[in-house]
């Protein structure tokens, strides 16, 4: 639940830059093309909206993906000791979280849950706003009603058809008291729906331009396209620049759409004068996301669609293609490099579940357990320990060697088991050590979770900062501690640190890096790299 809402996250929250960053980076193209035709354009800004989609998209399978990395590898969280001290590198510890893949930020669970419930209420009432889009297209569909025997809608039609090539796909044209202006509707039965007004004023030049308008959308298949392009806009539907280039591709879908028909059927002239005529018939400041269908009045653009019906493409195809591809360019380039930075979100983990916090209380409940055992007070517990501990390192050596010369005088298993038995000295001795090793358990133990509860930074993102100092694959991460002044309790100038050990990339010769980061605040201290022990110089 913890990553799946992290994803989450990581995909709203560089959705909000980046999405204006693509719809800025669009609008300078667009501009670069306003001398071409209203078709490049189109194709540009719908490249931007799914881009728009692409791109924070990219960026959350890319963190997913780390995630999974991480969580795959081999991770021991023992606290062993050092095995050799470390070298300091100071020249990488200051830009260690810097130069990170990710730049990470943390939000608190609360925040985080506010902003996935915000984000579910708009996209609920999204959706709910496009089904209900869809049902009022097809009740204007189900009001629609054949044409009679009318002229000059057989002749447009004809005409149309010849005109404009449909690919064998046939068109109905129907009419409507519902629908104040010409509206296409279907995906694989295309209808043209006409108000039953346009029908009766009998104006043919209305009839031509409403009619040839509306073929180009389905030979098109803006219909579809249009349907597509809604559902791409329903996740990133909460971000106003993502409003615009939807916005955007409706414009530039009906500039081309009349260009089409001012070169194919009608004179920029008579159409442009039938356009304002047809646009006017609109309701006002109609939105356009009430319904699915695609129309002649979609746009709120008359001016600009008169002015570029009147006003020709001046430059060649050949230019035009080049600052179409600029313009791809332009668009692309800097959407590449706003996916490889990007910003990762993690949730705090303060707030804990139940389960969690019956763990934590059952570890805290066998840590003062095992005070309470280990002495009456801390003074006993300090002088047991110094004489458990001195006691063991003097009998060690003695009793491994005497150990070791009975395992090579027994023949088997039987006869060692006897030669102790028969050895109460060394039979003490072993039952001592036991007591000494379970002692040293016991603080190991209460140690680690101490520990545990001071990290702040999580044993991941330690692995994450660790490798973007030294690349490679993880073999092997600690949480340690330095100058305690009690078991459980650090001195006040003990640390809490990862130890991850690090098998560099590309790498033949055996070679390991040892990496100690701060579990407080994430930063690298120091860092070492270790030789096999073949290529170490020998000692003098």
């Not at 539907?237 to 759409?257: H, M, V």
């Not at 668009?331 to 303060?350: G, K, M, Q, W, Y």
């Amino acid at each position: 639940m913890r990553i799946s809402s992290q994803l989450l996250l990581t995909f709203l929250l560089n959705a909000c830059w980046q999405i204006p960053l693509i719809a800025g980076l669009a609008a300078l193209g667009a501009k670069l093309l306003r001398t071409s035709t209203a078709r490049y354009r189109h194709l540009l800004w719908v490249g931007a909206l799914f881009l728009s989609l692409l791109v924070p998209l990219v960026t959350t399978t890319r963190m997913s993906t780390d995630l999974v990395l991480t969580s795959s590898t081999t991770v021991n969280t023992d606290a062993p000791e050092l095995a050799a001290p470390l070298l300091v590198d100071n020249k990488f510890a200051p830009t260690a979280t810097a130069t990170s893949q990710w730049w990470s930020f943390q939000l608190s669970r609360s925040l985080a849950l506010a902003l996935l419930v915000l984000y579910f209420s708009f996209l609920i009432f999204r959706a709910i706003k496009l089904a209900k889009a869809w049902y009022t297209t097809r009740a204007i569909r189900r009001s629609a009603v054949e044409i009679g025997p009318n002229e000059h809608v057989a002749q447009t039609v004809e005409k149309c058809s010849t005109a404009i090539p449909m690919n064998s796909r046939p068109v109905s044209v129907l009419r409507s008291e519902t629908v104040p202006v010409p509206v296409t509707i279907g995906v694989t039965q295309p209808v043209i729906i006409l108000p039953g007004e346009l029908l009766r004023e009998g104006n043919s030049e209305l009839i031509t331009s409403a009619i040839g308008h509306e073929f180009v959308h389905i030979a098109r298949r803006d219909y579809v396209l249009n349907f597509i392009y809604e559902i791409l806009y329903l996740p990133i539907s909460f971000n106003p620049a993502a409003a615009l280039i939807r916005r955007r591709i409706k414009q530039t879908r009906e500039l081309f759409c009349d260009e089409m028909v001012a070169e194919r059927i009608l004179s920029p002239e008579v159409y442009a004068r039938s356009l304002v005529k047809l646009a006017s018939s609109a309701p006002p400041l109609r939105r356009l996301s009430l319904t699915t269908t695609v129309g002649i009045a979609d746009a709120d653009i008359l001016e600009a669609r008169i002015m570029s019906l009147l006003k020709r493409p001046t430059k060649n195809p050949r230019s035009r293609r080049l600052l179409l591809f600029a313009s791809a360019l332009l668009l692309i380039v800097p959407c590449v490099a706003a996916a490889s930075f990007a910003i990762r979100f993690d949730v705090e983990t303060n707030a804990q579940e139940p389960a969690q916090q019956e763990k934590e209380a059952t570890e805290k409940r066998r840590e003062l357990e095992i005070v309470k055992r280990a002495a009456a007070n801390e003074e006993d517990l300090k002088r047991a320990i110094a004489n458990d501990l001195q006691l063991a390192q003097q009998d060690k050596e003695s009793t491994e060697k005497r150990l070791e010369m009975l395992k090579r005088s027994s023949a088997n298993e039987e006869e060692f088991k006897r030669a102790i038995a028969n050895d109460p000295q060394l039979r003490g001795e072993l039952e001592e050590r036991q007591r000494h090793q379970a002692i040293e358990l016991e603080m190991k133990s209460l140690m680690q979770a101490t520990l545990v509860k001071l990290a702040r930074v999580p044993m991941d993102q330690a692995i994450q900062i660790a490798t973007s100092q030294s690349p490679g694959k993880v073999l092997q991460c600690s949480l340690v501690g330095e100058h305690w002044e009690a078991p459980g309790k650090l001195a006040n100038d003990g640390q809490v640190l990862y130890h991850v050990v690090v098998l560099p990339e590309n790498t033949t010769d055996g070679v390991i890096i040892h990496v100690l980061v701060n579990a407080i605040d994430g930063t690298i201290l120091k860092t070492e790299k270790e030789l096999p022990r073949k290529m170490r110089s020998p000692q003098p």
